[in-house]
Structure formats: C-alpha cells, structure tokens
C-alpha cells in the first residue's frame, strides 16, 4: 500500500483558510439575499443564468449545468422559483422528454431589483479586499482549478 500523499505544512495552512472562504463567503452571501430579496443564492444563480439568454429560456439539463446544480437540486430550486412565479417550466414543442425553465417577467423583475443589493455584498466581501493584481491571480486560480472536470481518484488500497 502506498503512502498516503500528505499535506505539506504550507499546504495544510492554505487549505484551511481556502475552507473557510468557501463556507464563510457562501454564508454571508446567502443571507444577504435571503434578507434583502427573499432569494437562495441558487435561485438569485438560476434567474441570473436564464436572464442571461436572449429568449431567457434553457432546457433544464443545460441549466443545471450552467448552475454547477444536480438535476434534481435544480429542479427544487426551480420548484420554488415557479411558486413566486418568477420562472415558468414548459415542455419543449420539439422534444417532449425535455424540460424548458423560463424567466418570467416577474422573475426578471425579482433580478433587477436584487442585483445592486447582492453585488454590493460581493464587492464589500470580495473585491473591495483585494487589489487589482490580486483579483486577476484570483481569476487566474479559479481558472486552473476548474480546468479539467472535478474527480478524485479512489486511492490504492
């Protein structure tokens, strides 16, 4: 049996601190939305990318791609976002086994008037902290993290 690949101590120190910016910032951002919008930070993701299309429509596989979201998280989401009646799900005319989630006018509504509200809380917990020679690293790191698909490897056992 191979030994295990351990952290150096440089590498253990950055990890934690990478931990904690992953739960604390997602947390804060969450409930900034939750109290200014009554929105998950999913829902602001899913209303955002479908606002982003120019028919603000896109078949649910896709979305859930879009949103790093399994279908079936998506199609929660997507659930409580249709109860606000801010997106609308459709079959798709050309192909009935798919699935059409659809921003409604009232969903881009909830968009517009939640966005200076949440990119005020991204600025204040992201970039107002870095420089702008840190920011273009950062995009820099996420890009090289996110380059090939997310899969670990079973260890040899």
């Keep these: ?86 997106v609308r799900r459709e079959r798709d005319p050309e192909d009935g086994r798919v699935q059409i989630a659809m921003l409604t006018d009232a969903g881009w509504n909830k968009l517009v008037s939640s966005a200076p509200g949440h990119v005020e809380a991204v600025q204040q917990l992201i970039f107002d902290r870095l420089t702008p020679a840190q920011v273009r690293q950062m995009g820099k790191l996420a890009d090289a993290l996110l380059e090939s698909p997310v899969e670990v490897r079973p260890s040899a056992e």
Excluded: C, N
């Excluded at 440089?10 to 990890?15: I, S, V």
């Excluded at 919008?37 to 209303?47: P, Q």
């Excluded at 479908?50 to 199609?75: F, G, H, I, N, T």
């Design 1 to 86: 049996m191979d030994e295990p690949r351990w952290l150096t101590e440089e590498q253990q120190l950055a990890w934690r601190r990478f931990v904690e910016v992953l739960v604390k910032v997602p947390a804060a951002l969450e409930a900034q939305l939750q109290r200014d919008s009554g929105l998950t930070h999913m829902g602001y993701i899913v209303l955002l990318a479908l606002s982003e299309r120019p028919d603000r429509r896109l078949a649910m596989s896709r979305l859930a791609k879009q949103v790093s979201a399994s279908l079936s998280r998506l199609s929660h989401v997507v659930a409580r976002l249709e109860a606000q009646g801010w």
